[in-house]
Every structure is written in structure tokens, then in C-alpha cells.
T-cell receptor, first 111, second 113 residues
């Protein structure tokens, strides 16, 4: 049973515009959420995280929003750049080391 | 090396054979994780090692799967009597301590014919 879901397998966006990636979770015990980015033939790399005590965390062009009541988080990339084309994974943990991952969203940034 | 390395990068095997996958974590990282990603799915936790503590094997899908780690260094994931449903990318990650950022290797793509 997947506890973290990314319902959009792919997203295409024009360079310079905003990319919005969505993630839903079912486990109310999750208290820490992360986004990972993955290029082909490489392992995922950590991008940004948010604790459940916050509703927003910003790092440069990347912002993660958390809506605990809706069990929903999103990643905004502004402005999108060609190098942002990759697979993005949402992940969550509940007080421990185990991460539950979504299936990923493939982002393509068009020039 | 600077990052997590895994070998082989690709492995094709016949159903019923045993395979061994290797992970070299970042030096000094006490925690090591194995994940599996099947086609179209997210990463699935398999096993966790932390220092000299007993590993958390709760994610291993069957008793055909086992893993070992030598101290705080190399780990091997062994799959016995492989089945076609074992086909996946197997990813290893390490972190300085539990709950710290996990650094992933490039993965081993296993194909069972």
C-alpha cells in the first residue's frame, strides 16, 4: 500500500515558467518530508525538505509547501531551467530513518 | 571516492540463479540503506544498517533476500533463486547518522530473464 503518491507521472513546462509538482500522503504519523531529484543513470540527490512544524520552506528557486490538514505537499520551481529536467521524488518519514517514496514525476523543461 | 558507489551497474541473470550486489558507502557514514525501485513505482525500503546494531530487515520481501555489512564499510545484497519479479533497480544509500541526509549510489539494474 503506497503511503506517498505522486499522481502526475510527467510534467512539461516552458523555460522561465513555474513548475509545480504535487504529492499526497496517507500516513498521519509522517513528520518530515523531502524532495529528491534524479538524473538518468544517477542516484537520487536531496533537493529540499520540510518539517511538519512548518508550512513552507524556501531554498533559492525551490519552495516546498506543506498542507497537513490535506496531507498534501508541493514543490515549486521558479523559474524553471533546462537543467531542472529530471525525475522528482517526494519522500516522507515518521520519526525514524525509513523513507517512503512516491513513484516520481518526470519534469521536462522546454526551451 | 567521494560518493556512494555500486557494482555492477547492470546485471542480467537467468531465473533461479543467485546474484550479489555490492555497495561502497561514503567513508565515515555509519548508516546504510538498500532500496528497490520497480518499474513505475517509488523506491521501496529493503534493509537498514546502523553501526554495530542489528539491521532492520523489515523491508526484505522474502527469505530469498539477505544483506550483510562489514563494520561501517561495504555491504552486499544477495538474492537467491532469482525470480522475474525481482527485476528492478537496486539502490544503496548512506548517511552520517540515522535521519541525516541520505546520499544515494547510481544503482544496479537487475534483469531476471
Amino acid at each position: 500500500d503506497q503511503q506517498v503518491k505522486q499522481n502526475s507521472p510527467s510534467l512539461s513546462v516552458q523555460e522561465g515558467r513555474i513548475s509545480i509538482l504535487n504529492c499526497d500522503y496517507t500516513n498521519s504519523m509522517f513528520d518530515y518530508f523531502l524532495w529528491y531529484k534524479k538524473y538518468p543513470a544517477e542516484g537520487p540527490t536531496f533537493l529540499i525538505s520540510i518539517s511538519s512544524i512548518k508550512d513552507k520552506n524556501e531554498d533559492g528557486r525551490f519552495t516546498v509547501f506543506l498542507n497537513k490538514s490535506a496531507k498534501h505537499l508541493s514543490l515549486h520551481i521558479v523559474p524553471s531551467q533546462p537543467g531542472d529536467s529530471a525525475v522528482y521524488f517526494c519522500a516522507a518519514s515518521g520519526g525514524g530513518y525509513k523513507l517512503s517514496f512516491g513513484a516520481g514525476t518526470t519534469v521536462t523543461v522546454r526551451a | 571516492g567521494a560518493g556512494v558507489s555500486q557494482s555492477p551497474s547492470n546485471k542480467v541473470t537467468e531465473k533461479g540463479k543467485d546474484v550479489e550486489l555490492r555497495c561502497d558507502p561514503i567513508s565515515g557514514h555509519t548508516a546504510l540503506y538498500w532500496y528497490r525501485q520497480r518499474l513505475g513505482q517509488g523506491l521501496e525500503f529493503l534493509i537498514y544498517f546502523q553501526g554495530n546494531s542489528a539491521p532492520d530487515k523489515s523491508g526484505l520481501p522474502s527469505d530469498r533476500f539477505s544483506a550483510e555489512r562489514t563494520g561501517e564499510s561495504v555491504s552486499t545484497l544477495t538474492i537467491q533463486r532469482t525470480q522475474q519479479e525481482d527485476s528492478a533497480v537496486y539502490l544503496c544509500a548512506s548517511s552520517f547518522r540515522a535521519r541525516d541526509e541520505q546520499f544515494f549510489g547510481p544503482g544496479t539494474r537487475l534483469t531476471v530473464l
